[in-house]
Every structure is written in structure tokens, then in C-alpha cells.
């Protein structure tokens, strides 16, 4: 069964404007991590944010935040001031089990193509 | 500091041959993941080494293997390859930590013909 969930094939934003990619997820683990990467078409994944599903607050980096409702299991990527080295694929993850466990298996979601239009 | 390194970039190779990925992880981390990418089945996860030791293995058939080397590089091999081995072949290192981030390499894209 399909863990992570991007519902958005494809979004089109405009330069300057901010943009929500949706992430929903299953676990019945009470310990886990979240994570968003992007991939440009060079292939490269490129770490964006995390969010551990204890932390209290929701994560932020620069640009990217990282809005999490743990009851409905949802974790969106919010970019704020799009730009146009902003288009890329956007990948939701998930890692299940204990926050310095052992662990390191990443699960993701088929990803959400984002172009920033000028 | 250096980021993950793989190599080669591009591989292209023939049914039945096989095939040998490198990756240098990031100096200090000791973990060190294989995904692969395609189009129809996204990224999955192949296995994940730590001290030379595999620890995690994903659903693969056992074509696929890797090792780690003592300075924490890992190789990836593919053997008696199929057509549907084409993909995006991506390795992560971590140092560990509460956050366990993975950072990528930029993968080798390998296409079998």
C-alpha cells in the first residue's frame, strides 16, 4: 500500500507568488520523519526539510516551510517567493521508526512537477 | 566538503551484461543508501550498508547486490541485466543523528538495450 501521497502531478506558479505542495502520509509508527527534496533535471535529490513527527513546531529553511497536521497525517511544502530556479520534481518521504534508530529507509511519493512561469 | 559522488554518470550496457555502480559518500557519514528511480515505479529503496555491514534491503531479487569498503565507498552491482533495469540509480550517505538526513549524489542514469 502506498504510504506517501502527491495528489498533484503538476503545478504552474507564477514568479514572486508562494505555492503549497501537498504530502499526505500513512504510518501507524508513532516515531517518524518527513521529508521533502527536490530534483532537478540534472537528477541530483537535493534536501530541502525535515520534520520529525515529535517536533512540536513546523519546520522551516529560507524559503521552503513545512506545514504539518499530524492528525491528518499531512505534511505540505509550503514556498514561499517562488523563483525560477524553483522548477524541479518535489518528492515527499517518509522514514518510519525511531528518530536515531537504525533505519535509513527512505519511502516516497511519485512527486509534484512545479514550474515557476515568469 | 565534498557532496556524494557517483560515477560513472552514464552507463549504457546489453541484456545479459552486468554492471558496477561507485558511490563516495560524504566525508564522515558511514551510512550509505541505494535507490532506484524510474518512471513507473518512482524511487525505491535497494539497501543501505553502515560500517560495511548491509543492514536494510529493499524488494529486489538478488541480480542486485553492493558492499561497502572500509572508507565507507559502496558499490552497486546488477548482474545478467533486463531491460527493465533502466533507471535512475541514486546513493544517499548519512552521518546519523536524530534527523538521519540522506544526502544525494547526482545518480547514474543506466539504460539497457
Known amino acids: 500500500a502506498q504510504k506517501i501521497t502527491q495528489t498533484q502531478p503538476g503545478m504552474f506558479v507564477q514568479e514572486k507568488e508562494a505555492v503549497t505542495l501537498d504530502c499526505t502520509y500513512d504510518t501507524s509508527d508513532p516515531s517518524y520523519g518527513l521529508f521533502w527534496y527536490k530534483q532537478p533535471s540534472s537528477g541530483e535529490m537535493i534536501f530541502l526539510i525535515y520534520?520529525?513527527?515529535?517536533d512540536q513546531q513546523n519546520a522551516t529553511e529560507g524559503r521552503y516551510s513545512l506545514n504539518f497536521q499530524k492528525a491528518r497525517k499531512s505534511a505540505n511544502l509550503v514556498i514561499s517567493a517562488s523563483q525560477l530556479g524553483d522548477s524541479a520534481m518535489y518528492f515527499c518521504?517518509?522514514?518510519?521508526?525511531?528518530?536515531?534508530?537504525?533505519?535509513?529507509?527512505?519511502?516516497w511519493g511519485l512527486g509534484t512537477s512545479l514550474a515557476v512561469n515568469p | 566538503k565534498a557532496g556524494v559522488t557517483q560515477t560513472p554518470r552514464y552507463l549504457i550496457k546489453t541484456r545479459g551484461q552486468q554492471v558496477t555502480l561507485s558511490c563516495s559518500p560524504i566525508?564522515?557519514?558511514?551510512?550509505v543508501s541505494w535507490y532506484q528511480q524510474t518512471p513507473g515505479q518512482g524511487l525505491q529503496f535497494l539497501f543501505e550498508y553502515f560500517s560495511e555491514t548491509q543492514r536494510n534491503k529493499g524488494n529486489f531479487p538478488g541480480r542486485f547486490s553492493g558492499r561497502q569498503f572500509s572508507n565507507s565507498r559502496s558499490e552497486m552491482n546488477v548482474s545478467t541485466l533486463e531491460l527493465g533495469d533502466s533507471a535512475l540509480y541514486l546513493c544517499?550517505?548519512?552521518?546519523?543523528?536524530?534527523?538521519?538526513?540522506?544526502?544525494f549524489g547526482a545518480g547514474t542514469r543506466l539504460s539497457v538495450l
Open positions: 544517499a550517505s548519512s552521518v546519523g543523528g536524530t534527523k538521519n538526513i540522506q544526502y
Open positions: 566525508s564522515g557519514h558511514r551510512s
Open positions: 518521504a517518509m522514514r518510519e521508526g525511531p528518530y536515531a534508530g537504525n533505519n535509513r529507509k527512505l519511502i
Open positions: 520534520q520529525g513527527s515529535y
